[in-house]
């Protein structure tokens, strides 16, 4: 008798049916962001559906430029990157998986120039101050989000998970530490 079943029975989550109840949590690779990459992250996914982990989620993609993690992250905010996209999840269906991808914007963490968050606090990990958003640019990092998750939904995947956690962009704005606005 197996002890725990229910692990490996499916899963209705409403807009699609888990093989079973295994997630490969989020972990960035770096594969996207080398020559040949989304090539090489295919295949690499296609291998995680094959062992049968019913939900994998990518490691973090970012909504726009300033939410990169480093210089040449990945990202998805136009249609011109939705192709590179479609082939991890052409791949992992072909491999009868299901692939969420994770949305997340850096914030103060980016190692890069452009780096933004709620307020002009630098990381004690990031070489760079970050530029403090507008109300108008925080509405815009909110529509790239939604853009960036109706360009998942084009490339193939099966869902979005929003990082909101871990001290990034979402959660800069929620700790006081991060974030001395006295805006909305």
């Not at 990518?58 to 192709?83: D, F, M, W, Y």
Request: net charge negative.
């Amino acid at each position: 008798m197996l002890k725990f079943k229910k692990l490996f029975s499916p899963l209705d989550i409403g807009v699609a049916v888990l093989q079973n109840r295994f997630v490969m949590g989020s972990m960035h690779t770096n594969l996207e962001e080398i020559e040949g990459g989304f090539e090489r992250a295919a295949v690499y996914y296609a291998e995680r559906a094959k062992t049968g982990v019913g939900l994998i989620i990518t490691g973090g993609i970012s909504p726009n430029i300033q939410g990169c993690v480093g210089p040449h992250s990945a990202k998805l905010s136009n249609r011109e990157e939705v192709e590179k996209h479609r082939l991890i999840t052409a791949a992992v269906k072909e491999a009868d998986g299901k692939i969420c991808m994770q949305i997340l914007h850096s914030g103060r963490y980016g190692y890069h120039k452009d780096v933004v968050a709620p307020s002009p606090i630098q990381s004690p990990i990031s070489f760079f101050k970050p530029h403090e958003l507008t109300d108008e640019e925080v509405w815009k990092t909110v529509d790239d989000f939604g853009q960036c998750a109706r360009l998942a939904r084009e490339a193939g995947y099966d869902g979005v998970e929003i990082m909101g956690s871990e001290g990034y962009l979402i959660n800069q704005f929620l700790a006081e530490r991060t974030n001395k606005r006295q805006d909305d």
